[in-house]
């Protein structure tokens, strides 16, 4: 039996690669509802973000430094919509209480498996689904629902052309002219335990300029600056820090001219790869099987070791339960300029 949908809510309050991770989900919900209102709820620090969405028609955006009046006020600003959808794809306790306190007809939600990762980190049992991919997991409850379910789960952003216009000419002053080749180094993430060694980037980012000529991009947010500075300062040649340089809506822009981008497991790993930007990725306490792997178009290498220890968590951690952080440490700069090699003979990237 159809249902008459007329306005669809979808939840995802944050981090960056989450939210974007959500956008084959959107697609699918404006084919099957074409004519639908489609809105999504997010937190104020992400959602410049959604700007490059391209099937929502609104957000709704919660500060969490409102706390719960602010999220009393979300609902009952919800609520006034009639929305006759709504989706969680986050299913924490926010969206809980959304969930359960909202007057909307349908709900549904994804499930995060949160005892079989559990079991995964705690006991290294590898029972999670073989289809485990958060992506894949998004869609689950579509498909319960009755929406049918699309073949096409890459993810992806619109990036504005006079952004990526103004970042290129910013980038020709600079000194990188549009053939030439660049390669972006993210080292920051949100985790400590979950970034690769400052001297493997400075070593990577050295051989890479000498072997290939490249032109070394460093791009990260605030947090980042210092990282940034400490391998501007031990590479033999300068390369080109970016850190902090653009807003939230220009990282795109700036990834997207890159042809090919190293990073650990965050949030650029994402955006480049809904961008089709191949990528080279170091994965250390995570594991690929735990669901925030790269997906999209372009080719994408994960550097990790297999190690007995791994996962020990399903984000990151401030510190290395074994003090040895040896799951980073054991992945070469070798490893990543033959994976960068690699990739430029795959992708027919000429140097």
């Known amino acids: 039996m159809q249902r008459l949908i007329n306005k669809i809510l979808v939840i995802r309050f944050s981090s960056i690669g989450d939210i974007v991770l959500t956008t084959p989900v959107l697609r699918t919900l404006r084919e099957r509802y074409p004519y639908a209102k489609l809105c999504f709820v997010v937190k104020k620090e992400f959602s410049e973000i959604t700007k490059l969405f391209p099937h929502i028609d609104k ?3 919660f500060d969490s430094k409102d706390g719960i009046r602010g999220l009393i006020r979300l609902i009952a600003e919800i609520n006034s919509e009639q929305f006759d959808l709504l989706i969680d794809l986050h299913w924490n306790l926010r969206s809980m209480l959304i969930y359960l ?6 709900k549904i939600h994804y499930s995060k498996h949160r005892f079989l990762r559990l079991l995964r980190i705690w006991f290294k049992w590898q029972i999670l689904p073989q289809q485990s991919h958060i992506i894949d997991l998004y869609f689950d409850p579509l498909t319960e629902f009755g929406i049918l379910s699309s073949d096409n789960r890459v ?6 052309k006079d952004m990526g216009k103004n970042v290129l000419e910013c980038l020709k002053e600079l000194g990188i002219e549009d053939r ?4 972006g180094m993210c080292p920051g993430a949100k985790w400590e335990t979950k970034q690769w060694p400052i001297d493997g980037f400075v070593e990577a980012g050295n051989r890479l300029m000498e072997e290939l000529n490249a032109h070394i991009v460093l791009i990260g947010d605030a947090s980042d600056i210092e990282l940034g500075k400490r391998i501007e300062a031990w590479m033999d040649k300068k390369p080109l820090n970016l850190i ?5 809506l220009e990282l795109p822009a700036l990834i997207q001219r890159c042809d090919i ?3 650990n497991d965050s949030a650029p790993l994402h955006i480049a790869a809904a961008l089709g930007v191949s990528t080279v990725s170091m994965f250390g306490p995570t594991t690929l099987d735990l669901g925030f792997g790269p997906h999209g178009n372009g080719k994408h290498i994960v550097m990790e070791r297999d190690l007995p220890c791994r996962p020990c968590s399903s984000h990151g951690s401030k510190k290395c339960p074994k003090n040895t952080h040896e799951c980073m440490t054991a992945i070469i ?5 033959d994976a960068v090699k690699n990739l430029l003979d795959v992708g027919g990237i000429s140097s």
């Open 244 to 248: 902090n340089w653009t807003s939230l």
């Open 180 to 183: 030439d080749l660049v390669i």
């Open 261 to 263: 981008v190293i990073t």
């Open 101 to 106: 306190f909202s007057q909307i007809r349908h």
């Open 59 to 61: 957000v709704f955006v």
């Open 155 to 160: 993810p992806e952003l619109k990036t504005d």
């Open 333 to 337: 700069p070798e490893d990543i300029v």
